[in-house]
């Protein structure tokens, strides 16, 4: 093996060498089953050859040109075919290397567009506990997940945080589901009150919550709420797509099935389905229309903005999405992977809750299902089930600090797009062995 530091410097990583649609092969042949697209990236799959062979003509007519002195085919084309799929009024595409990139570029933006249209005063961000924006600098600060914030605080921007839209946990006895969006609406209309009601710049949020609490879906009419809450006071609604997006939970933009449209929207993982990294910010025309009215330029750029060989790839993915019906056997797979795992896990002792959509789904594990009570978290269940559920032959994505970044538990499947009804007879089967043996060794 080389010299390479890796995520985990202490573990030894199996050596991926193929790929087979929904599975990886490492050097000494053994098939895993990604149940999880990796980090729900891979909807196609990882031997797609029509987006194989389209990175490849693209690499034999021009890999790379700086978009600071060119524009490119394949930048414009997956641009105009993001659009034309987009909610209305959004109009343009700005693209990145990855999702974590495309939430500083949404950050930076809407700064910008403040300060073109006379607002300089604007300096807050909203966003959500227990929340995942990106690893960078400003998508960190915004996110809520304690864990991955803790040591890096001293180097934080300030960004306030209320409470996630997580039934499962934040429900009170008495509330119904339209209560319990009100109250947090609510919420958040206080705490723009108390920064100032034209000092905030943007809201924040996963439309379906990724890693951080797992594949947790809002509540009706929350969005609407905090929608109406944002143009009241003239504040910018930014949704993170990047893991919940393009698809995955069973239409292209996941805000559609809200029936709202932000401000801007923030995509990666699914966009480019792991065959070149890629991400991209969505602008509405207001947004845009400032900055070519003001000053004309958006004070923000990456070497890799708009790379040739990545958009071709992209738009090759995108366009197989939409020709094989793709986000159609989203929602019938969806379906059929729900009604298994409430037909495994909807009496299990330790699994307390089973929620998502599409084909973006989490078990929430419990110590006790009654009182809801998690695992201690010394018990390590998430990184334990990871390691197992990989000598099992599957993939899968569990993580910790579900509740508060520190206790709780929980494990999510973002299979690809493609995946068959025996190969998600074969995902549960393996997760609930999985789970049963973690839970069983003490």
């Not at 947004?287 to 070497?303: E, K, N, P, R, W």
């Not at 989203?330 to 307390?352: I, N």
């Not at 993939?395 to 709780?408: K, N, Q």
Request: glycine share 12%; with cysteine.
């Amino acid at each position: 093996m080389g010299q390479v530091f890796h995520r985990n410097p202490k573990h030894k990583y199996p050596l991926a060498v193929g790929g087979d649609g929904p599975y990886v092969i490492d050097r000494d042949g053994k098939r895993y089953l990604d149940a999880c697209g990796g980090a729900a990236v891979s909807c196609l799959g990882h031997s797609d050859r029509e987006v194989i062979e389209a990175i490849k003509a693209q690499l034999d007519q021009l890999p790379f040109a700086h978009t600071s002195f060119f524009t490119n085919k394949p930048m414009e084309g997956l641009s105009c075919e993001l659009v034309e799929n987009a909610p209305a009024g959004i109009e343009r595409v700005y693209f990145c290397s990855g999702g974590s990139e495309a939430v500083e570029a949404a950050l930076k933006l809407a700064r910008q567009y403040f300060v073109e249209i006379g607002q300089p005063q604007r300096s807050h961000v909203i966003a959500r506990r227990q929340s995942y924006h990106g690893n960078t600098l400003g998508a960190l600060a915004t996110g809520g997940n304690l864990w991955r914030r803790k040591q890096f605080e001293p180097l934080l921007v300030e960004v306030s945080h209320v409470e996630p839209c997580y039934a499962y946990r934040g429900k009170l006895p008495d509330e119904d589901d339209a209560a319990y969006g009100r109250r947090l609406v609510r919420e958040l209309e206080e705490e723009v009150q108390r920064l100032g009601a034209d000092r905030v710049i943007a809201f924040v949020a996963e439309t379906v919550g990724g890693a951080t609490l797992g594949c947790v879906a809002p509540v009706p009419g929350y969005f609407a709420g905090v929608r109406a809450v944002c143009d009241k006071y003239g504040i910018l609604l930014i949704l993170d797509e990047v893991m919940c997006g393009m698809g995955r939970c069973g239409t292209l933009f996941t805000c559609e099935q809200e029936g709202v449209v932000p401000d801007l929207i923030c995509i990666g993982k699914g966009l480019g389905a792991g065959y070149q990294p890629i991400g991209a910010l969505l602008a509405s025309a207001k947004i845009y229309d400032a900055v070519l009215a003001g000053s004309g330029f958006f004070q923000h750029g990456h070497t890799y903005t708009g790379h040739a060989t990545a958009c071709a790839g992209a738009l090759a993915v995108q366009r197989a999405i939409k020709q094989r019906g793709l986000l159609a056997k989203v929602r019938e797979s969806g379906a059929g992977l729900e009604a298994r795992l409430r037909e495994r896990f909807g009496e299990h002792p330790h699994v307390g809750d089973i929620r998502g959509r599409g084909l973006f789904w989490a078990l929430e594990l419990v110590e006790d299902r009654a009182s809801k009570r998690p695992f201690v978290p010394k018990r390590r269940i998430n990184a334990r089930l990871k390691l197992r559920a990989l000598e099992n032959g599957l993939m899968c994505y569990p993580m910790g600090g579900t509740l508060d970044g520190v206790a709780g538990d929980h494990v999510m499947l973002a299979p690809p797009y493609i995946i068959t009804a025996a190969q998600l007879d074969e995902a549960v089967e393996k997760l609930a062995r999985s789970i049963d043996e973690v839970i069983a060794a003490h």
